[in-house]
Nanobody, 124 residues
Framework: QVQLVESGGGLVQAGGSLRLSCAAS????????MGWFRQPPGKEREFIGH????????VYADSVKGRFTISRDNAKNTVYLQMNMLKPEDTAVYYC?????????????????WGQGTQVTVSS
C-alpha cells in the first residue's frame, strides 16, 4: 500500500506560480510511474501529466504544456508539479497518483494509489 500526501496548494493570482509536492510512503517509490490530475469544481478529474519511474520521461496535457513541469526525486520519495503562468481556469483540487504498470496512461483507472488532493485557487 502506497500512501501519497500532496502539499503546496493555496491561493495565487493569475500569472503567478506554485509548486506542489507529493510525498510517498513507499521505499520502492522508483518502481512507480507518477501522475498528476486535477478536478475543477463541478467537473471530472482530468489528466495533467505523468513522469516515468526514472524521471527521464514526461508527458503533459495540452492545456498545461509549456506552463507546468513534473519532476521527481527518488531519493526523497517525492514528485513535484511546478506550475507557472497560472490562469483562473487552473483552479482545481490537484491529485498525485502512483502507477505500478509500465507506460503512461491518461485515465484515472490506470493509477493504483491516490493522494487526498490539495486545493489550488487562481484569482483573476
Amino acid at each position: 500500500q502506497v500512501q501519497l500526501v500532496e502539499s503546496g496548494g493555496g491561493l495565487v493570482q493569475a500569472g503567478g506560480s506554485l509548486r506542489l509536492s507529493c510525498a510517498a510512503s513507499e521505499r520502492t517509490f522508483s518502481n512507480y510511474g507518477m501522475g498528476w490530475f486535477r478536478q475543477p469544481p463541478g467537473k471530472e478529474r482530468e489528466f495533467i501529466g505523468h513522469v516515468s519511474r526514472s524521471g527521464g520521461s514526461t508527458v503533459y496535457a495540452d492545456s498545461v504544456k509549456g506552463r507546468f513541469t513534473i519532476s521527481r526525486d527518488n531519493a526523497k520519495n517525492t514528485v513535484y508539479l511546478q506550475m507557472n503562468m497560472l490562469k483562473p481556469e487552473d483552479t482545481a483540487v490537484y491529485y498525485c497518483a502512483a502507477r505500478a504498470n509500465l507506460g503512461t496512461t491518461f485515465t484515472t483507472r490506470g493509477y493504483d494509489y491516490w493522494g487526498q488532493g490539495t486545493q489550488v485557487t487562481v484569482s483573476s
